[in-house]
């Protein structure tokens, strides 16, 4: 009797250490989604300034400020709406592979992602953005298809 209770307590540490050992592990998911989602509120307010000032923010983040003159002010809008979107469709793929996301929501988000992203009139941003992005984000947007007419 003295064994199964020696056996039964043994058991029960091994399961409440597992058990910290998990909500540890969970913990530090959430942390690194925060972190993640701090980082795009960080890149959406920069480039919430690049609209206010009616600068092209692509232009300014690879150092190429004489491009920012072949843009209406509408077009610098819109091309930094896309970056936005860009960072935000980047944040999704994060939080999906990290088990934050439900596949309903996953598949609804792929959705907005192939509308936002695989736009053909910004080709020069979707070769910046898309060299930048997770390898596994990079590769659902590769083999999405593109309708661009060369």
Request: aromatic letters at 10%.
């Given at each position: 009797?003295e064994r199964i209770l020696n056996i039964i307590g043994v058991s029960a540490v091994v399961a409440s250490l597992v058990f910290v050992?998990?909500e540890l592990r969970q913990s530090q998911k959430l942390a690194i989604a925060d972190q993640m989602n701090n980082r795009m509120n960080?890149?959406?307010?920069?480039?919430?300034?690049?609209?206010?000032?009616?600068?092209?923010?692509?232009?300014?983040?690879?150092?190429?400020?004489?491009?920012?003159?072949?843009?209406?002010?509408?077009?610098?809008?819109?091309?930094?709406?896309?970056?936005?979107?860009?960072?935000?469709?980047?944040?999704?793929?994060?939080?999906?592979?990290?088990?934050?996301?439900?596949?309903?929501?996953?598949?609804?988000?792929?959705?907005?992602?192939?509308?936002?992203?695989?736009?053909?009139?910004?080709?020069?941003?979707?070769?910046?953005?898309?060299?930048?992005?997770?390898?596994?984000?990079?590769?659902?947007?590769?083999?999405?298809?593109?309708?661009?007419?060369?």
């Open positions: 009797m050992g998990l960080v890149l959406i307010e920069m480039n919430s300034s690049y609209t206010e000032a009616n600068l092209d923010y692509y232009s300014a983040a690879t150092k190429q400020p004489h491009k920012d003159s072949l843009f209406s002010n509408a077009e610098k809008g819109a091309r930094n709406s896309t970056s936005v979107q860009w960072s935000l469709h980047e944040n999704d793929y994060f939080q999906y592979r990290q088990g934050l996301m439900t596949e309903d929501v996953w598949q609804a988000k792929l959705l907005a992602t192939k509308n936002d992203l695989l736009t053909c009139d910004m080709q020069d941003i979707y070769e910046w953005r898309i060299a930048l992005v997770e390898a596994g984000f990079r590769k659902i947007l590769e083999n999405m298809q593109r309708d661009c007419e060369e």
